[in-house]
């Protein structure tokens, strides 16, 4: 499923609103959650899950080709933990 996929089904049952206005919406809300991320605050989705940022400490690592060992900065990852109701 894309983004478009998401707008398309939010066009389809609000009814009141165009597909540039649904999209437009859709484009809203991922970019809320994404400026959230951005600033290292957790998004919970009640009944979905939940995005962390995680910080990765920097270590030190090797070059795979040269066998050069090297400093590996330190960088952010997001997590996803899905709530129970996704259980499989």
């Known amino acids: 499923m894309i983004k478009a996929d ?3 089904i939010v066009y389809q049952r609000h009814g009141g609103i165009s597909f540039a206005e649904a999209r437009d919406l859709v484009e809203l809300i991922l ?3 994404k400026k959230s ?3 290292g605050e957790s ?3 009640s009944g979905f899950g939940t ?3 995680i910080q990765r400490k920097g270590r030190l690592g090797r070059n795979p080709q040269t066998g050069e060992r090297m400093e590996l900065a330190s960088s952010r990852y997001v997590t ?3 709530s129970r109701l996704l259980s499989f």
């Open 31 to 33: 970019g809320s959650v």
């Open 6 to 8: 998401i707008a398309k």
């Open 51 to 53: 995005l962390n940022v």
């Open 37 to 39: 991320l951005v600033n």
């Open 43 to 45: 998004v919970k989705l």
């Open 80 to 82: 996803f933990r899905p």
